[in-house]
């Protein structure tokens, strides 16, 4: 028992770690506070909301991803490497996808 709340002090611990060392992380979470808001002044249903909260964390989680596979990656080398370059552009780009998704999706709920 003792193990498994160990792992949710782990995980808490790499969230609040990306927060502080990742600007995108902070803006993020800036924006989704910024909708959350908006939210009160429309009528959405129970299941809008729980597809805004399901695409909101969908976006922190490519950006926590994309932060270990970063993290990782420069763990491994500082030198320029043609698959490390490939890793990282890839996990950003899956935060860059799935953001842009979430704004598409944001905005053909509050139209």
């Known amino acids: 028992m003792i193990s498994f709340l ?3 002090l ?38 809008r909301y729980a597809l805004l909260i399901a695409v909101i964390a ?17 763990a491994i080398t500082k030198d320029k490497h043609p698959f490390i370059k490939l890793a990282k552009d890839a996990a950003a780009g899956a935060v860059l996808v799935g953001a842009v998704a979430s704004a598409v999706i ?6």
């Open 6 to 8: 160990k792992g949710f």
């Open 10 to 47: 782990y995980a808490l611990r790499g969230v609040a770690e990306c927060i502080c060392s990742e600007r995108n992380m902070r803006v993020h979470i800036v924006i989704s506070l910024y909708v959350l808001y908006f939210c009160q002044y429309y009528k959405f249903s129970v299941t």
């Open 58 to 74: 969908f976006v922190m989680a490519l950006e926590l991803m994309n932060t270990a596979v970063e993290r990782a990656c420069d």
């Open 106 to 111: 944001g905005v053909l709920m509050f139209w």
